[in-house]
């Protein structure tokens, strides 16, 4: 074996060694879980599913110069679609709720990605109401620009709020409830939950009903590609309906 090669397999060598110590040193995540949104209105309750992924990769140990260390989750889905039939129709937006049914320290690290590896198929948890996903309906169902707000949950020492009287307190967070005044007498959230599922993630329904959705111009649902309000229409996009096709 002359110099050359020997250079070539002690480079192969580190190389490889590298790639096994990585992988040694790594955990990765990818499950699927079930979003209800369960609603009580006079008729009876009445209830929206669908199916997200949640994948993640983290490091025992950090090293600086590798990637994947507790880096963001990376959500695949769509929104909740919620029909509540003649009353009319609501989405549940995107959201980590895996994350918010589940709650860990440190969510995105080695040892939580190993507690949500955990978890079994049928395991099932109540999101507290303050983690509830924001839920916004259309005054006219085909024109984007109509999006408003039906519920939004959040602490009332939140930036946006602080200039705002909370309208309802409910412990630390504050709850903007839209419900009854757009969908009618006795419309409320009874509960949302998460449940571990090896069910395929829900594709195409959001757009069965927004089916302009693919073709909003902009970056925003008014399309701009500037945002940041004051109209909702100018803060929510094409994300916040769906995302990872």
């Given amino acids: 074996m002359n110099k050359k090669q020997i250079k070539r397999t002690i480079f192969g060598l580190i190389v490889l060694g590298c790639v096994g110590f990585y992988f040694w ?27 997200r992924e949640v994948k993640n990769t983290a490091l025992k140990k ?8 507790g880096n963001p989750a990376n959500i695949r889905g769509e929104a909740v679609v919620v029909d509540l039939g003649e009353r009319g129709v609501f989405f549940g937006l995107m959201s980590n709720d895996l994350y918010s049914g589940f709650p860990t320290i440190g969510a995105s690290t080695y040892k939580g990605l190993q507690y949500f590896n955990s978890l079994d198929v049928g395991d099932k948890r109540d999101i507290p109401k303050k983690h509830w996903p924001q839920m916004v309906t259309f005054t006219d169902i085909n024109d984007a620009k109509t999006v408003t707000r039906v519920l939004q949950t959040g602490y009332c020492d939140w930036p946006s709020y602080r200039d705002k009287k909370c309208p309802v307190n409910e412990g630390p967070y504050e709850v903007e409830n839209n419900l009854e005044s757009t969908f009618g007498k006795g419309v409320s959230i009874k ?19 927004l089916n302009w959705l693919s073709n909003v111009g902009g970056g925003y649902l008014d399309g701009k590609f500037i945002g940041g309000g004051p109209e909702l229409s100018n803060i929510l996009h094409s994300g916040n309906f769906k995302k990872g096709e």
């Fill in 191 to 209: 509960s949302v939950t998460v449940e571990i599922t090896d069910d395929k993630v829900t594709a195409g329904i959001v757009d069965n009903y």
């Fill in 25 to 51: 040193n790594t955990v990765s995540m990818d499950i699927h879980y079930k979003l209800t949104i369960n609603v009580q209105t006079p008729e009876g309750i009445v209830s929206g599913t669908t199916v």
């Fill in 62 to 69: 950090k090293i600086e110069v590798l990637p994947g260390q």
